[in-house]
């Protein structure tokens, strides 16, 4: 067997870096002894030239056996089983056209389908449309309405409001004049008294 590196450079290099001879040698046959029981499992696994061939004349026996074999069943079974492709070709497009006319016949309903579905759906987005228009339109105559009460509510307020000042006004007119007239009635009644006394 042939090693390929060098050992003795190895060695050397072992030898250079702090190893005594002792040990580099022992190191050096160490990885030869390695080397040479990985080489023996790499060659039991492999195969030699000679037995390459035998086991390819081998094959060739087996294969030229077997086109032997196809032939014949060419001749008999082939024949047959050719007979039944053919009528299985037959029935596929027999199928094959059934099959094609009820996928027209049911894109055909489909699209009949969609389209009442289609006509259904803008009738309903038009009656929502409708809807949205008159919820939105009640919305506003609400808003008008609560703006509208709420105005009145606030000029009945104010108007009260105006009615309690005018009738504290009247009421203290009415206090000014009865007293007034309360003084008037007792100074004249005091200027009879004194008189007659």
């Known amino acids: 067997r042939k090693l390929f590196f060098d050992t003795h ?40 030239k000679v037995q390459q ?4 004349q081998q094959v060739m026996s087996h294969i030229g056996g077997v086109k ?12 047959a089983l050719r007979s039944e492709n053919e009528k299985i070709k037959l029935e596929l497009q027999q199928i094959k056209k059934q099959v ?8 055909a ?5 969609l389209n009442l579905e289609k006509s ?14 008159t919820s939105e339109q009640t919305i506003q105559m609400h808003a008008q309405q609560d703006r509208a009460l709420t105005q009145t509510d606030r000029k009945i307020d104010t108007e009260v ?13 009415n206090i000014k004049y009865l007293a007034g ?11 009879f008294y004194r008189l007659w006394i």
């Open 9 to 48: 450079a190895l060695v050397c290099l072992l030898e250079e870096n702090g190893f005594t001879t002792q040990q580099s040698e022992v190191i050096v046959s160490a990885l030869v002894k390695i080397m040479n029981t990985n080489l023996d499992m790499i060659y039991k696994d492999m195969v030699t």
């Open 53 to 56: 061939e035998i086991a390819l």
């Open 68 to 79: 032997k074999d196809m032939i014949i069943l060419e001749k008999s079974e082939f024949s």
């Open 100 to 107: 094609m006319d009820e996928i027209t016949k049911v894109r």
């Open 109 to 113: 309903d489909n699209k009949l389908k």
């Open 120 to 133: 259904r759906v803008k009738e309903l987005v038009s009656f929502g449309y409708f809807l949205l228009e």
């Open 161 to 173: 409001a105006d009615l309690k000042t005018m009738l504290e006004s009247h009421k203290l007119d």
């Open 181 to 191: 007239s309360v003084f008037t009635c007792l100074t004249v009644a005091l200027g």
